[in-house]
């Protein structure tokens, strides 16, 4: 998936206080924010800054472990594309395995396919049909941001066809204008850059002691 958008113009000074987890901290201060692309409406939030330097890096994969821990997964579903960078970080972490959910075409079948809506067209997703044993098994998925949800809900959907269960979601930022979070409602979800645990724990946000 490719890094975020925002409809909406960063507020100013969005620096994080002191307090906050540094994994939020590093990204306020390395995300980059190109405003009018890939159209003047748009503002662009790349998080390849922030994934480039070593200890932003650290901090978000060790956010994401600690934050996730929890929800006992056996295996995570690291999304194309910057979900297979975080997602095999996380894995090493916590001493899991990775499955890269690919885009249509790229694996050599047979293949579990899901295809889901773009907002014009259509793409799809596939995981192997064999080689994994993944019946059974439960995955935490993880991609770099959540905007529409779709490719999220439609990973969800290939992983179910194949006998798995998505354990939770996890992303490092969110679009919040586009409500892609309504259409995976029912799942536990971690974002790094707000702290919000949506149905894990109570809702509640770690403090910055707890996540240290």
């Given at each position: 998936m ?16 002191p307090?906050?987890?540094?994994a ?8 980059r924010?190109?405003?009018?692309f ?9 998080l390849?800054?922030a ?10 994969v ?7 821990r929890e ?15 975080l ?10 395995g990775?499955l ?14 899901e295809?889901?809506?773009l907002?014009?067209?259509s ?6 049909a064999e ?13 770099d941001?959540?905007?529409?949800g ?5 990973s ?14 996890a ?11 309504d ?9 790094v ?11 509640r ?8």
């Amino acid at each position: 998936m490719s890094t975020s958008i925002s409809t909406t113009t960063p507020q100013a000074g969005g620096s994080p206080s002191p307090a906050q987890r540094p994994a939020a901290e590093a990204l306020a201060r390395l995300t980059r924010i190109v405003p009018g692309f890939p159209s003047e409406d748009i503002v662009f939030e790349d998080l390849t800054p922030a994934l480039a330097d070593p200890d932003s890096f650290r901090a978000v994969v060790r956010d994401l472990a600690d934050n996730c821990r929890e929800l006992g997964a056996d295996l995570i579903g690291g999304l194309d594309a910057r979900g297979f960078l975080l997602g095999s970080a996380v894995a090493y972490e916590l001493g899991l395995g990775i499955l890269a959910v690919r885009k249509g075409g790229k694996l050599p079948p047979p293949v579990y396919r899901e295809e889901y809506d773009l907002e014009y067209g259509s793409a799809a997703l596939e995981i192997p049909a064999e080689g994994i044993p993944l019946a059974g098994k439960r995955i935490l998925l993880i991609d770099d941001v959540l905007a529409t949800g779709g490719t999220l809900e439609a990973s969800r959907k290939l992983l179910e066809r194949a006998g798995a269960t998505v354990c939770g979601l996890a992303v490092v930022l969110e679009v919040e204008v586009l409500k892609g979070r309504d259409r995976l409602s029912d799942l536990p979800l971690y974002i790094v850059s707000s702290g919000e645990r949506c149905g894990m724990d109570n809702d509640r946000k770690r403090t910055p002691d707890e996540t240290a």
